[in-house]
């Protein structure tokens, strides 16, 4: 206790006002040896402190140690305080009677031992007590109350305060409070009593704590008066104590409950949700919480069937997902975090749960001891941690029950009582709620990302025009899934579409509205109609939908609108045809590493209408990174959006070995945590169809040249090994080349591409597109294009600026 031979009184702020030697102070550890001798003590036994300190205290004893003794002093180990006459033997060899008071308590190190103190009489100088008396019930009000003299010793105590101290007037006469009472608060007492003695004026403070015969911590409201007489002269101080009790618990529930308001709930995540709850109740409530919800509530099962299949019937399968207690790593838990118990029919937590109400068990109740008897683990941690009471609260919400919340006491010597139970369902119906609200956002989020996954393109189409790589990432925290979505679309005469588009919103609702749009697209792209042509048909539709959205009972938040980027990329003249509705501009990365964001003349969202949109066409060379990107990619709370193009540019100037490579760069600089928003990021890399794989021939528009087209193609497809191709691909030049001859307008153009498929182009100077029709039995014409769909594996019709393309491709023939 920090005394080596004696007592240093180190409260300086006491100056003379207190004789430590009035009291005999003597302090021994749970040995029994002293270790603490003070000049009160020497006065009542005459005994120096260095001839008693690290010596037997026994010996002090004037009647030995005998049997009986032996068991009392055994005996006394288990209580936190005694009082009584002990006789002592003098140093002179007199035996000594002596009043004594110990007080069994705990250091500042952890360790225990005794602190013994016995007032000495006939040390005060202070006016008899009958005035002293007097004065007090004159000049104070009637309560708890003890009078003390101007050295702070109790000269008179009430029957209140006899009762509430578990000590008669005589056993604490000659005392100081911090004798009386061991505890922080006693100093605040007597430091409040020398402010009355000094200055005067009553002095008013707060105390709180646990008196003798209670086991739960007391609030006590202290008023100290000085006491005078008619010259001014102060001769005590009488202390009035009011036990504010109730209103401090009240106080106490009132700030808990609101702590929990704000501490649980914070997320939408389950498991954070359960721990906040568990966090917000030890030391508050509890020494050690645990918090376990059915196992069926993680994978979609109805929680009103109790547990998932393949769990017996008669019990009930709980997981566990969070847990907290006082000491480190959770020494107590029997169940680790992630795992489930089994709870058989009529134990405590199964009744609990199918009841929907709280209860409280002390440990000797045999119902909570035969299934505390059941997982070796609980009853080990009961036995070893002294836990004595537990309070269990059913997690219920909108009229269903989730789980359990678990409350145990051990370290607190007090059992719950009612109150305590209250307030534990109040905190965790709080805690159902969002526990409630978290399961089905997160039911709601796995759909909408499923939802969301399945409208994505799940492989890339093959094509040769580009080397593509792709991410998606849906939002992190309580944003929701997005209508973020990306598409790469084989085009006719080997193009290749790139798609990138936000959808406004999140939720279930935005990646249906994103897979409507990403359909709409890829049927429009199928018609071959440029990236300018085709955001305008695609604001159309999303006005309509907008409309149709409008008139529907179910709300939206009034939110419909979407921002799309289409880029068309053609390998044999190596130029991209771009076109905007207010999406973030694409990056292109050069061969040599220059990282430039093109400077598009970008139209309105989707959905706003009355704006044109505008294409721009740009040449790139083979090699070229085009970067298309969602918002969510360069947009943070705390940066602008130019800070973020920065870095992105930054990031993919950085080398990689692959396209894979350089979007896990770009992800792992830009996003640092879980993203806000939805991202997807789409990387391609051009190629080029040289010209060993082009033949282009401008064919005079006379009908004498269909069989020098024939010719032209025969003797290309020669070169390129493709004799047995020579056949279909001249029906298909004879027929196409006729068509554009008879019933279009010059200049004609014959082109054969050889790509993954063969690639048949006559183009002419007419907008007007040909059309299959069935011919009749008599009819002259009207076969050719049909032969052509027959015998080809695709056709169409593009138009373009100087009018339009007839293309036709046909599979390659086997090895």
């Known amino acids: 206790m920090g005394e080596a031979q004696t007592y240093v ?8 006002v207190i004789d430590e030697a009035a009291t005999a102070r003597v302090s021994l550890d749970e040995k029994g040896t002293v270790t603490g001798w003070n000049a009160g003590a020497e006065r009542l036994l005459g005994y120096s402190a260095a001839e008693r300190v690290g010596r037997d205290g026994a010996v002090l004893l004037a009647d030995g140690v005998d049997a009986a003794t032996e068991r009392l002093l055994r005996s006394l180990a288990a209580l936190p305080r005694w009082n009584g006459r002990v006789a002592l033997r003098h140093h002179d060899g007199r035996r000594v009677e002596a009043a004594v008071l110990a007080h069994h308590r705990t250091l500042d190190t952890g360790e225990t031992d005794w602190l013994v103190v016995s007032a000495l009489t006939g040390t005060s ?10 004065w007090s019930f004159a000049q104070t009000p009637c309560c708890t109350m003890a009078l003390y003299d101007t050295g702070l010793r109790l000269r008179r105590a009430n029957d209140d305060m006899a009762r509430a101290m578990s000590l008669t007037e005589d056993e604490m006469r000659g005392l100081r409070v911090s004798e009386i009472i061991v505890h922080a608060d006693s100093d605040k007492t007597e430091r409040a009593m020398v402010r009355a003695l000094e200055t005067g004026r009553p002095q008013y403070l707060e105390n709180y704590l646990r008196v003798e015969g209670e086991s739960r911590e007391h609030a006590w409201s202290c008023y100290l008066a000085p006491l005078g007489d008619e010259d001014g002269h102060t001769h005590g101080v009488v202390l009035s104590a009011h036990d504010m009790t109730p209103q401090y618990w009240a106080r106490l529930r009132l700030q808990l409950i609101n702590e929990a308001s704000t501490r649980i709930g914070t997320t939408l995540d389950v498991g954070l949700t359960a721990q906040e709850l568990a966090d917000v109740a030890v030391p508050a409530i509890a020494d050690f919480v645990t918090v376990d919800l059915l196992a069926s509530l993680d994978g979609g099962h109805d929680p009103a069937l109790g547990s998932r299949p393949g769990t017996p019937r008669d019990a009930m399968e709980l997981l566990r997902v969070a847990q907290q207690s006082v000491h480190e790593n959770v020494p107590e838990a029997a169940v680790d975090l992630g795992e489930t118990d089994v709870h058989p029919v009529g134990s405590p937590v199964a009744e609990c749960m ?20 059941g997982n070796p683990r609980r009853a080990d941690s009961i036995q070893a941690f002294g836990i004595h009471s537990v309070m269990m609260v059913p997690l219920r919400a909108r009229g ?5 919340a678990v ?20 905190i965790t119906a709080r805690a159902a709620v969002c526990v409630d609200n978290a399961r089905r956002y997160t039911r709601e989020r796995s759909t909408a ?15 040769s025009a580009l080397e593509v790589a792709h991410r998606y990432l849906p939002a992190g925290g309580t944003a929701g899934v997005g209508g973020d979505w990306f598409d790469v679309i084989p085009l006719s005469g080997a193009r290749v579409a790139l798609v990138v588009g936000d959808v406004v919103g999140h939720g279930i609702h935005a990646s249906a509205t994103m897979g409507r749009l990403r359909t709409a697209v890829r049927t429009l792209a199928d018609v071959d109609l440029p990236p300018d042509e085709l955001l305008t048909h695609l604001d159309d539709l999303v006005a309509r939908l907008a409309e149709d959205d409008a008139s529907d009972s179910f709300d939206h938040n009034g939110d419909f609108g979407a921002t799309c980027l289409y880029a068309v990329y053609d390998p044999v003249g190596r130029r991209c045809t771009l076109a905007s509705a207010g999406h973030p501009a694409p990056a292109v990365v050069t061969t040599d590493g220059t990282v430039d964001l093109l400077r598009l003349r970008a139209g309105p969202p989707l959905g706003l209408g009355g704006l044109p949109f505008e294409a721009t066409e740009i040449d790139v060379p083979e090699g070229t990174l085009l970067v298309l990107y969602t918002n969510g990619l360069i947009e943070a709370r705390d940066a602008d959006i130019d800070s973020g193009l920065d870095r992105l540019c930054h990031a993919l100037a950085q080398p990689a070995v692959s396209l894979d490579a350089l979007c896990d760069t770009v992800l792992g600089s830009m996003l640092p945590g879980r993203p806000m928003d939805d991202i997807a990021l789409l990387v391609a890399c051009t190629r080029a169809l040289d ?6 021939w401008d064919v005079p528009a006379d009908p004498a040249m269909v069989a020098e087209a024939r010719k032209f193609a025969a003797g290309r497809l020669e070169e390129w090994g493709l004799d047995d191709a020579s056949y279909i691909t001249e029906l298909v030049v004879s027929e196409l080349v006729t068509n554009a001859i008879r019933h279009a307008e010059p200049p ?16 002419d100077a007419s907008s007007t597109a040909p059309h299959l029709r069935r011919a009749r039995t008599y009819d002259e014409g009207g076969r050719g294009l049909m032969l052509v769909a027959q015998l080809t594996q695709a056709w169409g019709t593009r138009h373009t600026a100087l009018g339009k393309t007839i293309w036709a491709e046909q599979a390659l023939p086997g090895p």
């Open 400 to 404: 269903t029950i989730l789980g359990v």
């Open 748 to 763: 004609v153009q014959l082109r054969l591409i050889l790509d993954r498929t063969l690639i048949c182009e006559v183009s």
């Open 125 to 134: 100088p202070e006016p008899r007590d009958d005035r002293l008396t007097g």
């Open 407 to 426: 409350f145990v006491r051990h370290q607190r010597p007090e059992a719950f009582e009612r109150d305590d139970l209250l307030l534990a369902e109040e």
């Open 449 to 463: 990302v499923t939802l969301q996954r399945s409208l994505l393109p799940q492989r890339l189409p093959r094509q």
């Open 354 to 373: 199918a009841t929907g109400r709280a209860s409280l068990y002390p440990v000797t109740d045999p119902v909570f001891a035969d299934w505390a008897a």
């Open 691 to 696: 010209a060993d794989h082009v033949a282009t």
């Open 9 to 16: 009184d180190e409260r300086s702020w006491m100056g003379g």
